[in-house]
T-cell receptor
Framework: NAGVTQTPKFQVLKTGQSMTLQCAQDMNHNSMYWYRQDPGMGLRLIYYSASEGTTDKGEVPNGYNVSRLNKREFSLRLESAAPSQTSVYFC?????????????FGPGTRLTVL | GDSVTQMEGPVTLSEEAFLTINCTYTATGYPSLFWYVQYPGEGLQLLLKATKADDKGSNKGFEATYRKETTSFHLEKGSVQVSDSAVYFCALSSSGGSYIPTFGRGTSLIVHP
């Protein structure tokens, strides 16, 4: 039982390049989330998927797109990377997105945009 | 909207000292409250939670009590260890936020031998 896995762990991009961050969970969870973590800013929600087939914007969606490929996988795409997108990205999942749900986090992707 | 305020760090303590990290919240609806911990280079993991007023969550020697009257969920540990050095996040989930968790900004704890 691997929990939530993310690839890659580290990535360096040049401004304007594109990339996709992959996330998968093996806990049969319905809800999945993408956050970014910046110093002094805590966690900010980029996009989330309450269930397979649905996605919604979070607090900071500009410059990102997501795909809920199936129940297990939720990818985050940067179409044209900018230095402001340098951050640590975390994927998380929860059983149903309910009030008492625990969120389970992946190990993160550390992205630098030059 | 929902919000979580936690004390700014870093909090620096000697081993075996008493720890308190303050957390207060504003929520629409009846929230559940959480503490998550992030060890260096890792993702967040649940430390403890409480889902109704006066509940006490506890784990690994850490405790926090859901105080509805003071809208607080302070984290405490009687005797910290070097291995407790990490960043601690208070969070809530309520109907006002469509049950999407709202996180505080995190408090860094550094424990010296």
């Amino acid at each position: 039982n691997a929990g939530v896995t993310q690839t890659p762990k580290f990535q360096v991009l040049k401004t304007g390049q594109s990339m996709t961050l992959q996330c998968a969970q093996d806990m049969n969870h319905n809800s999945m989330y993408w956050y970014r973590q910046d110093p002094g800013m805590g966690l900010r929600l980029i996009y989330y998927s309450a269930s397979e087939g649905t996605t919604d914007k979070g607090e900071v969606p500009n410059g990102y797109n997501v795909s809920r490929l199936n129940k297990r996988e939720f990818s985050l795409r940067l179409e044209s990377a900018a230095p402001s997108q340098t951050s640590v990205y975390f994927c998380a999942s929860s059983e149903s997105g309910g009030r008492t749900d625990t969120q389970y986090f992946g190990p993160g992707t550390r992205l630098t945009v030059l | 909207g929902d919000s979580v305020t936690q004390m700014e760090g870093p909090v620096t303590l000697s081993e075996e000292a008493f720890l308190t990290i303050n957390c207060t919240y504003t929520a629409t609806g009846y929230p559940s409250l959480f503490w998550y911990v992030q060890y260096p280079g890792e993702g967040l993991q649940l430390l403890l939670k409480a889902t109704k007023a006066d509940d006490k969550g506890s784990n690994k020697g850490f405790e926090a009590t859901y105080r509805k009257e003071t809208t607080s969920f302070h984290l405490e540990k009687g005797s910290v260890q070097v291995s407790d050095s990490a960043v601690y996040f208070c969070a809530l989930s309520s109907s006002g936020g469509s049950y999407i968790p709202t996180f505080g900004r995190g408090t860094s704890l550094i424990v010296h031998p």
